[in-house]
């Protein structure tokens, strides 16, 4: 089975300061994909990054970047200079890759609420 | 390109009673995906529909059932509402639907409230 966790429930920061968000999980696959997604206020999900199991490079976006250490089975997300726009609750997920036939199901964590304050 | 689109976009309904909630995928996107989302269990996944075929379904009742259609656009029923149904329910379609570079689009989601 699948899980994600997401220990941090809230964060709140001052706007331009730095913002890490924490994501563990766990499978028995050896391919499989992470991805983050961001939930504003309005409610869809937006999606942000996808990471595959078999690439650990660590990249940077713009304002975002993460890091992906399989040894610790961790994909930690980072938003730089935070800014207001930037409030909005933050998913990590999980997709395990048997057989494509298999399908497409993604496994949330808790999500992670940030709070940017001017 | 247009976003995924999810039809309507908030629905009251009293117990017993039965929903429809309709999701329009990307244009290309073969798979289409269900998702509840609570404030107690978060975000659960329902079940897949590629190429009008169910792959995949979560650990939800019979209640809940859905279909694709030959033009990728999909629905869900969920029967004999109960007050713990209420929820968001977020539509989401890839292109491959669990291919290497596939990744789930979410739609704005239908908010359900069940009285």
């Known amino acids: 089975a699948q899980k994600v966790t997401q220990a941090q429930t809230e964060i709140s920061v001052v706007e331009k300061e730095d913002v890490t968000l924490d994501c563990v999980y766990e499978t028995r696959d050896t391919t499989y994909y992470l991805f983050w997604y961001k939930q504003p206020p309005s409610g869809e999900l937006v999606f942000l990054i996808r990471?595959?199991?078999?690439?650990?490079q660590n990249e940077i976006s713009g304002r975002y970047s993460w890091n992906f250490q399989k040894s610790t089975s961790s994909f930690n997300f980072t938003i730089t200079a935070s800014q207001v726009v930037d409030s909005a609750v933050y998913f990590c997920?999980?997709?395990?890759?048997?057989?494509?036939?298999?399908?497409?199901?993604?496994?949330f964590g808790g999500g992670t609420r940030v709070l940017v304050k001017p | 390109k247009a976003g995924v689109t999810q039809t309507p976009r908030y629905l009251i309904k009293t117990r017993g009673q039965q929903v429809t909630l309709s999701c329009s995928p990307i244009s290309g996107h073969r798979s289409v995906s269900w998702y509840q989302q609570t404030p107690g269990q978060g975000l659960q996944f329902l079940f897949e529909?590629?190429?009008?075929?169910?792959?995949n379904k979560g650990n939800f009742p019979g209640r809940f059932s859905g279909r694709q259609f030959s033009n990728s656009r999909s629905e869900m029923n969920v029967s004999t509402l109960e007050l713990g149904d209420s929820a968001l329910y977020l539509c989401?379609?890839?292109?491959?639907?669990?291919?290497?570079?596939?990744?789930?689009?979410f739609g704005p989601g239908t908010r359900l409230t069940v009285l």
């Open positions: 997920a999980l997709r395990c890759y048997v057989i494509k036939a298999a399908g497409n199901k993604l496994t």
């Open positions: 990471r595959n199991s078999f690439d650990e």
């Open positions: 989401a379609s890839s292109l491959e639907g669990g291919g290497t570079t596939d990744t789930q689009y």
């Open positions: 529909y590629f190429s009008e075929t169910q792959r």
